[in-house]
């Protein structure tokens, strides 16, 4: 557990961020997608983050060969998944927990995925529960809710699935599933949550459209798909961050470069313009997703926001979002964000937790909480493990000055954070 001093800002900045760190999201799935090729697939800037290099070491576990130099990496799979001879570990990601075992569910063999302490605290039964429905062998603590799960591979039947949650893990978990069934299947949930997963298996040759009537329907493949060659993006949710700095550090601006600019990423940065902030998206190509550049500028006070709707599509910024709504005029509030409390920390108590230590007015909402708008004052926080509430934390230090503890999660998603936050402050 390390502990980090972040020194309030003494002047205005104009930060271009070209290190963003990659998306994650989608560095996840590229481990993954590449074992339905079978051919070698060629990943570039793909994410060294612990989360990440963990799906990629698993997929070497399954047979795939790896080889990377620096952040180019090439998968050449198996020609056929192979049963691992250990346990297999996804680190603190709940991604690769939940996408593996909608894949691993189809293939032959007995799989079995372990994670830290705070991954195995976290629900599994969203995503176990419907693949036993359709012939997935699962089991783990509390009668699969809990890792570690133990998965036997076989033949799944095709399904009509309604997702009570709206999420992009559980439907990409579903997809992969799907794409092993016998016939044809059918996937719906009430808001589009992140479409990475049909973004990028469509672009491979998979066959997954979505409908009129808004159900996605997954054909089964029939042949190996074509493998990946992609130049993985910045993420847009580690560049937000940044943006939130530049909103509200007075004449400053940020630029995020070649991000993607996929409209179920990019919500928090429309809040965040709603608030106040001077934003500008400039994009630059468009193959397996938009990719371009977003501008933030200062611009005034932030006023205060409600925040109801396409939670899904922000679910990972409120975080940081809710730094700027602790200095904007008014009181904010976030509603249906339930999902918050099973992310890698409770983050609804753990945010307004922090908030409170730096002498911001909260209150809490089973689904959601009130942010009182004031002045941010320096404290010692504790992230719990969570990288997102440590690095917004870390960013609330910039005008205020902060103490963080239990840093090193950090590393799972963003290793390169404070080398960028040294270009604004001081850090200890």
Request: one cysteine or more.
């Amino acid at each position: 557990m390390k502990f980090v001093k972040i020194s309030k800002y003494s002047k205005s900045f104009d930060l271009e961020c070209k290190s963003i760190a990659p998306d994650k999201s989608i560095s996840h799935r590229c481990a993954m997608f590449s074992l339905l090729s079978d051919k070698t697939s060629t990943i570039k800037n793909f994410l060294l983050g612990e989360d990440t290099l963990a799906s990629l070491s698993i997929a070497e576990q399954l047979g795939a060969k790896i080889e990377r130099d620096g952040a180019e990496v090439t998968i050449t799979p198996p020609k056929r998944i192979k049963e691992p001879e250990n346990i297999l570990d996804c680190g603190n990601a709940g991604t690769a927990m939940r996408l593996y075992a909608g894949l691993l569910s189809g293939f032959d063999g007995l799989f079995i995925l372990t994670g830290d302490k705070y991954l195995r605290a976290r629900p599994m039964k969203r995503v176990v529960t419907p693949l036993r429905e359709i012939g997935a062998k699962i089991d783990g603590r509390e009668h699969g809710n809990l890792a570690p799960l133990a998965i036997r591979g076989g033949k799944l039947k095709p399904f009509r699935y309604l997702s009570p949650i709206d999420s992009a893990q559980i439907k990409s978990a579903l997809i992969l599933a799907g794409l092993q069934a016998y016939s044809k299947s059918y996937y719906r949930e009430n808001l589009l949550s992140r479409d990475h997963t049909e973004r990028m298996l469509r672009g491979m040759g998979a066959n997954i459209s979505t409908l009129a009537n808004g159900w996605i329907e997954i054909e089964p493949i029939k042949k190996p798909l074509k493998p990946l060659n992609i130049t993985v993006p910045a993420d847009p949710s580690s560049g937000f961050f940044f943006a939130v700095v530049a909103a509200i550090v007075p004449n400053s601006k940020v630029t995020i470069k070649n991000v993607t600019l996929n409209p179920t990423r990019i919500e928090a940065y429309k809040v965040l313009k709603e608030m106040g902030a001077d934003i500008e998206f400039i994009e630059k190509e468009n193959i397996y997703e938009p990719i371009g550049d977003i501008t933030i500028r200062y611009n005034g006070k932030l006023k205060a926001i409600r925040v109801d709707k396409n939670i899904a599509w922000l679910i990972d910024e409120l975080p940081a979002l809710s730094i700027a709504m602790a200095v904007a005029n008014g009181t904010s509030i976030i509603k249906n964000a339930k999902e918050l409390r099973v992310k890698e920390s409770d983050r609804i108590s753990t945010i307004l937790e922090g908030l409170n230590s730096c002498n911001i007015k909260t209150v809490e909402h089973p689904d959601g909480y009130e942010i009182i708008g004031g002045e941010l004052q320096e404290a010692t926080i504790d992230s719990y493990g969570d990288h997102r509430v440590a690095m917004s934390f870390a960013i609330a230090g910039v005008l205020c000055g902060m103490r963080i503890k239990d840093i090193d999660c950090i590393d799972t998603s963003f290793p390169n954070f404070f080398d960028i936050l040294k270009d604004i402050t001081e850090i200890e």
